[in-house]
C-alpha cells in the first residue's frame, strides 16, 4: 500500500496550534511508510476564508518544519487542492447520492427545524433529527420547489441501532444511529459541508489513512456510511487526543494562546515548538523529552500514542524551550535568531511610522516600544489606579473588549477601532477613560502610541492574553459577576 496522508486546515484566521499538532503526526506517519503528506485547504467558508490566511497557514507549518509532498502551492497529481475549485466534483457527487435514494433535498426553513427539535424535546426522546422527521410530503415539495425556495441537499440515516467503526489506536468503536442526524451534505449556496467534501476528496486523492482529532469520532458514521453510498473503501481511521488546558477542557483561545503565530511572537524556538508538541500524546522510546524532528521520524511508531488528554502547558513549553536556547543553540546562532525573530528590518519598518515622532535620540527607541516584543507584561493593581473609572468599570471593559474582539475575523487597526468605539458608545462611556485600561493592560502605559496601533502589531492571540492577564491583575471576575456580565454583554449585542 502507498499510504498517504493530508491535513485540511481552514483558511479562516490565526492557525491553530491543534493544526500543526495533527499535521505533525500525519507527517510522521507517512514519512515512517515512506509515503505522501498532502496539504488541502478547506476554504468553503467563503464569508470568512482569506489569501491571506491561507498564506499565513503555508507560512507558520513551514516555519515550525513541516513540509507537505503536494497542496496548493507546490502541486500534485490530485488536484485542485483547495475545495473552492472543487465544486462540481461535490455537485456531481451530491447529484449521485439524490439519483440512488442516499440523499435528500431539504427545504425545512430555520423556525421549522427550532420547532422540529422543540417537539423531539417535548415528547421525551433524546435523539437528532431524522429524514423521516424532515421530508415533506411529496404535494409541498413541489410547491416549495416551484416557488424557488431555498434547499440543502441531506443524507439518509438510520433511525435506529448502531454501527462499528474501526480506530487504529481504540480498535472497535460501537455508535448509535439514534445520535446522528440527517448530515447536510450541499448546503443553499451550492457549497459543500466537511462532511461530503472530505469524504469525496479523501478518496479521489487517495488518502489511505485519515489522522485527526478524537473531536471526529461522532461523525465517524456518517462518513463511513457515505463511503458504503458511493461504493467505496474507507481509509483508515486514527483519532489522536485532543490538546487540553490546564482544567482538561479542550484547548482554546478563550484560556489559552492557540495561534502558532503567538508563539512565533512570544519568541519560541520551531524546533521547542515542535518538540513540545510532539510531546503531546506520544513519547520517544528511550523516554527523553528533548528531541528534533528527525528524532521523532526515526522512532516514530504510531502505537505509542496514549489515548489520555495532554494537557498545554505554557510552563513546560518555556521550560524546554529554554533547554533548547541554552543546549542547542551556539551564541552566533542566538545572535541569528534574535535578529531574524524581532530585530529584522521588516519589524521595524512596520513600528517605526509609530514611534518616530515620539523619538529625540536612538536611545528612545527600545523604552518605548519594549513591549511590543516582550511577553506577559509586569503590571500591577497600581497600574491601573491613575484612571477615572472604577475597577469594577475596568473590568468591564476588559473583558467586553475580550469578546468582542475574540470574533474579530480581520485583525486590522480600523476594525479593532470600530469595534471598541461600537463598546464604548454602547456603555456610554468616553472614548479616552474606555481605552485607558486597554492601554495599560496592552503596553503597561497610556503614554504608547494608538492602542489599536499596538494591538495591530501586536496581533490577536498576544492582544488577548494581555487582556486576560490584565483582568487577572486587577483581581478577576467571580462567577456572580461573570453571570452579570454576560447578561449585560448579551443585551448589548442584541442591540446591534
Not at 193 to 202: F, I, R
Not at 304 to 325: A, Q
Amino acid at each position: 500500500m502507498n499510504v498517504r496522508t493530508r491535513i485540511a486546515p481552514s483558511p479562516t484566521g490565526d492557525p491553530h496550534v491543534g493544526t500543526a499538532y495533527i499535521a505533525l503526526f500525519n507527517l510522521c506517519f507517512a514519512r515512517q511508510h515512506n509515503g505522501k503528506f498532502v496539504l488541502r485547504i478547506e476554504d468553503t467558508d467563503r464569508a470568512r476564508s482569506t489569501a491571506h490566511s491561507e498564506q499565513v497557514i503555508y507560512d507558520s507549518l513551514r516555519w515550525l518544519g513541516l513540509d507537505w509532498d503536494e497542496g496548493p502551492d507546490v502541486g500534485g497529481n490530485y488536484g485542485p487542492y483547495r475545495q473552492s475549485e472543487r465544486g462540481d466534483i461535490y455537485a456531481k457527487h451530491a447529484q449521485q447520492l439524490l439519483d440512488s435514494g442516499h440523499a435528500f433535498k431539504c427545504y425545512r426553513t430555520t423556525a421549522e427545524l427550532v420547532e422540529l427539535r422543540e417537539a423531539i424535546k417535548a415528547s421525551g426522546e433524546n435523539r437528532a433529527l431524522k429524514p423521516s422527521d424532515l421530508i415533506l410530503d411529496e404535494a409541498e415539495q413541489q410547491r416549495r420547489q416551484k416557488q424557488g425556495d431555498a434547499y440543502v441537499v441531506r443524507m439518509q440515516v438510520p433511525a435506529s441501532g448502531s454501527v462499528v467503526v474501526h480506530d487504529l489506536l481504540r480498535g472497535e468503536i460501537e455508535l448509535h444511529w439514534d445520535n446522528v442526524d440527517a448530515q447536510i451534505l450541499l448546503k443553499s449556496d451550492g457549497m459543500p459541508t466537511y462532511h461530503l467534501a472530505n469524504v469525496v476528496d479523501d478518496h479521489l486523492m487517495e488518502i489511505t489513512h485519515v489522522l485527526r482529532g478524537e473531536e471526529w469520532i461522532n461523525s465517524a458514521p456518517k462518513h463511513k456510511l457515505l463511503y458504503e453510498y458511493f461504493g467505496w473503501d474507507m481509509p483508515v481511521l486514527c483519532h489522536l487526543p485532543l490538546l487540553r488546558n490546564p482544567d482538561k477542557s479542550k484547548l482554546s483561545k478563550r484560556k489559552n494562546p492557540t495561534s502558532i503565530l503567538y508563539y512565533q511572537r512570544m519568541g519560541y524556538l520551531p524546533e521547542a515548538l515542535l518538540n513540545y508538541l510532539g510531546r503531546m500524546g506520544w513519547s520517544m522510546p528511550d523516554e527523553r523529552e528533548k528531541f528534533s524532528l528527525p528524532d521523532m521520524l526515526d522512532a516514530f511508531d504510531i502505537q505509542r500514542v496514549s489515548l489520555g488528554g495532554p494537557i498545554f502547558d505554557l510552563e513546560k513549553l518555556k521550560w524546554l524551550n529554554g533547554l533548547w536556547i541554552r543546549e542547542s543553540l551556539s551564541v552566533e546562532q542566538l545572535a541569528d535568531k534574535l535578529i531574524e525573530w524581532g530585530l529584522n528590518r521588516e519589524n521595524l519598518l512596520s513600528i517605526l511610522p509609530h514611534i518616530q515622532q515620539r523619538m529625540d535620540t536612538l536611545s528612545d527607541f527600545i523604552p518605548k516600544t519594549a513591549f511590543l516584543g516582550s511577553g506577559v507584561l509586569g503590571i500591577t493593581d497600581q497600574s491601573f489606579s491613575e484612571l477615572k473609572l472604577e475597577t469594577a468599570d475596568q473590568l468591564k471593559i476588559l473583558q467586553f473588549s475580550l469578546w468582542r474582539l475574540e470574533t474579530l475575523s480581520h485583525w486590522q487597526r480600523d476594525n479593532l477601532f470600530t469595534e471598541l468605539k461600537f463598546l464604548a458608545d454602547a456603555l456610554e462611556i468616553k472614548l479616552k477613560d474606555f481605552l485607558a485600561p486597554l492601554f495599560i493592560a496592552v503596553s503597561g502605559s497610556t503614554s504608547s502610541f494608538s492602542v489599536m496601533d499596538a494591538m495591530a502589531l501586536l496581533g490577536s492571540d498576544m492582544t488577548r492574553a494581555r487582556l486576560r492577564n490584565g483582568i487577572d491583575v486587577l483581581g478577576g471576575v467571580s462567577k456572580k459577576q461573570m453571570k452579570s456580565m454576560e447578561k449585560a454583554y448579551r443585551g448589548i449585542n442584541s442591540g446591534n
